[in-house]
């Protein structure tokens, strides 16, 4: 049975709270993480992790195997700036979280 990558979001929610003034809550009932002004800027979702990028990050994002852009609604109206990156490359997760953080601090400025 597949893992459901629960326990590398959480390893990544622990390492940037920890290093950041980003804290843990919910955002569409999901697991995420919220920067120091309380904007959310990755999550936990159905075995993936979500996050708001700007570029280039962002089209690097896209282009890994299975990511996507996050549909939360599931009715064909993604959130453009979110990309769904699959668990098969949780051992990017960290480096993303880290750059969808700063993304989110410079465009809230």
Same mark, same amino acid.
Do not use: Q
């Given at each position: ?13 622990? =390492?940037?709270? %920890?290093? #950041?003034? /980003? ?5 569409? @009932? +999901? ?28 089209? =690097?994002?896209? %282009?890994? #195997?299975? /990511? ?5 609604? @599931? +009715? ?34």
């Amino acid at each position: 049975m597949p893992s459901d990558h629960r326990s590398d979001y959480d390893e990544v929610a622990s =390492e940037i709270t %920890a290093t #950041s003034p /980003a804290i843990t809550s919910k955002m569409f @009932g +999901m697991p995420c993480l919220k920067n120091g002004n309380g904007k959310a800027f990755a999550g936990y979702y159905e075995g993936a992790m979500t996050f708001k990028l700007g570029a280039p990050w962002h089209a =690097e994002a896209l %282009a890994l #195997s299975g /990511a996507h852009l996050f549909d939360p609604s @599931g +009715m064909g109206r993604p959130m453009k700036e979110w990309v769904v990156v699959p668990g098969e490359h949780a051992s990017h997760w960290l480096e993303l979280a880290r750059e969808a953080m700063r993304y989110v601090d410079s465009v809230g400025k």
